[in-house]
């Protein structure tokens, strides 16, 4: 029967290194397709903190092991434990941090979309929220929502100023949060074909030709709004009939053809 001190250093830095390698590809995948999905991921500024926290798990765990492990020692299973205890609360403190910041809203407002994540918004403002769907952060995504400007023009000026010194804007209010749909016919209205944005993003556009062609999707039915992002502008593909976002870009959805073409940027998710 294998027992822990029938292993030499080397195996059992293997062993270590295979569950934390297991570890950080499941915190991997949460991140990577669950918590920001498409071009949310690199837009969000979810890939350096990813990064460090699990490139710490998988590096720092076993070479410690590596370096501490000796068959014979007396106290192997107690410097074992401390390695294991301290590694995951090192990656469990990671975790915590980087949900504070998770994508929890994708608000449609006015002419674009806009990612807000957890720490943009307060917990009073959250439990204002108009319908009780709203008055919780979503785990499991981004939520679509809309957002529209208070109907009191003294509160929509105090919003608008507030917003100007550095308050939150619309989008991370979720008192001002409505259903898409009563908003969809605006953002229908700012948005722009897909064509438009040809000389701009050409790779980009041609990534996303095909993938509506393997979908089944008429390019006449989709058109493109800009994504507000913690690290820039992106942009959203949407329905053309419901302002449903469909998927996300990395190019810059305010680009016009003047702006000069813009495929140095990351590929489409």
């Known amino acids: 029967m294998m027992t822990i001190r029938s292993l030499n250093r080397w195996q059992a830095s293997a062993g270590h290194f295979s569950f934390s390698l297991a570890l950080g590809l499941a915190i991997f995948t949460l991140f990577r397709f669950i918590w920001y999905p498409g071009a949310l991921f690199p837009l969000g500024g979810a890939g350096k903190l990813l990064f460090l926290v699990v490139g710490i798990d998988v590096v720092l765990g076993p070479l410690l092991t590596l370096i501490v492990f000796h068959p014979k020692k007396k106290s192997l299973i107690w410097d074992l434990a401390v390695i294991v205890a301290v590694q995951l609360g090192a990656l469990g403190y990671g975790v915590w941090v980087m949900a504070q910041s998770r ?27 108009a319908q009780p769907e709203w008055k919780s952060l979503s785990w499991f995504g981004p939520v679509v929502v809309g957002t529209k400007a208070p109907d009191n023009p003294t509160e929509r000026i105090d919003q608008a100023l507030a917003a100007l010194n550095g308050g939150p804007d619309l989008a991370q209010l979720p008192r001002y949060f409505v259903p898409l749909s ?3 016919d605006k953002l229908v209205e700012k948005s722009r074909p897909l064509a438009d944005y040809e000389t701009i993003a050409r790779e980009h556009i041609t990534e996303l030709r095909r ?59």
């Open 211 to 269: 993938w509506l062609k393997a979908n089944g999707i008429d390019e006449s039915s989709v058109a493109v709004l800009p994504l507000k992002a913690r690290l820039g502008v992106g942009a959203v593909l949407i329905d053309r009939n419901t302002a449903i976002p469909l998927r996300t870009a990395t190019f810059d959805g305010y680009a016009t053809p003047n702006s000069g073409p813009a495929d140095n940027a990351e590929p489409t998710r």
């Open 103 to 129: 994508p929890v809203y994708l608000v449609g407002a006015i002419d674009r979309y806009e990612l807000v994540t957890a720490n943009n918004i307060h917990p009073d403002e959250l439990a204002a929220a």
């Open 182 to 184: 009563a908003i969809a």
